[in-house]
């Protein structure tokens, strides 16, 4: 079966400090990946999506970046972290299909920054 | 680009009893698909029900009926018998007909289901 996995779970960073959160999934091969970002009480804002290893489009002009280095990782980066980068990042995967379709998401980053 | 609109920032509902969430869209697109998604306060979000634009039925899992009014550009969820853990944020989103499959969501409803 398809799992998606997301760590960490929560974190507190000072602004001006790096990010990293990384997503796998296992149990599919070439899916199409997405982050997502939550700000408190809000819907969801798509930020990055791939379709492939290295194929990363970006959805709003913000201060992170996204990597796929493999085909089963997405990476969610910053340089330098600002207090507006707080939130919840969800990163997702889309099972296509006729009646199966829908958006897999991993458990979610609830991320401060301080 | 398209658009979700859930118009009820919250809602309470009485246990036992049927409550509707309100969605609607805007796509040019003909071919989509609908979605809801639950979020209790975990985070997580929890996948409920997804309609296609071309099917003819409404779609129903359990308790969870999607009333699909494609002239109307509505997308209503329809929750039978409330429970107290039905508590919880809902979410409806929409996958346009594009190569990326990027699905947009809503604002949200907060649902409160009363003892």
């Known amino acids: 079966s398809q799992t998606i996995h997301q760590w960490p779970a929560t974190l507190v960073q000072p602004v001006g400090s790096p990010l990293s959160l990384e997503c796998t999934v296992e149990?599919?091969?070439?899916?199409?990946l997405y982050w997502y970002r939550q700000a408190a009480g809000r819907g969801l804002q798509l930020l990055f999506y791939?379709?492939?290893?290295?194929?990363i489009s970006s959805e709003v002009p913000q201060n992170l970046s996204a990597s796929r280095p493999q085909d089963r990782q997405f990476i969610l980066s910053s340089k330098k972290l600002l207090l507006s980068d707080s939130g919840f990042y969800l990163c997702?995967?889309?099972?296509?299909?006729?009646?199966?379709?829908?958006?897999?998401f991993g458990s979610g980053t609830q991320l401060s920054v301080l | 680009a398209q658009k979700i609109t859930q118009t009820q920032p919250g809602m309470f509902v009485q246990e036992k009893e049927a409550v509707t969430l309100d969605c609607t869209y805007d796509?040019?697109?003909?071919?989509?698909?609908l979605f809801w998604y639950k979020q209790p306060s975990s985070g997580e979000m929890i996948f409920l029900i997804y309609?296609?634009?071309?099917?003819?039925q409404n779609a129903t899992e359990g308790r969870y009926s999607l009333n699909f009014q494609k002239a109307r550009k509505s997308a209503n969820l329809v929750i039978s018998a409330s429970q107290l853990g039905d508590s919880a944020m809902y979410f409806c989103?929409?996958?346009?007909?594009?190569?990326?499959?990027?699905?947009?969501f809503g604002g949200g409803t907060r649902l409160m289901v009363k003892p």
């Open positions: 997702a995967w889309y099972k296509a299909g006729t009646s199966l379709e829908k958006l897999f």
């Open positions: 149990g599919t091969s070439n899916p199409n």
């Open positions: 791939s379709v492939g290893i290295g194929q």
């Open positions: 796509t040019s697109d003909q071919s989509y698909g």
């Open positions: 309609q296609g634009s071309y099917d003819e």
């Open positions: 989103a929409m996958r346009p007909n594009n190569a990326g499959n990027m699905l947009t």
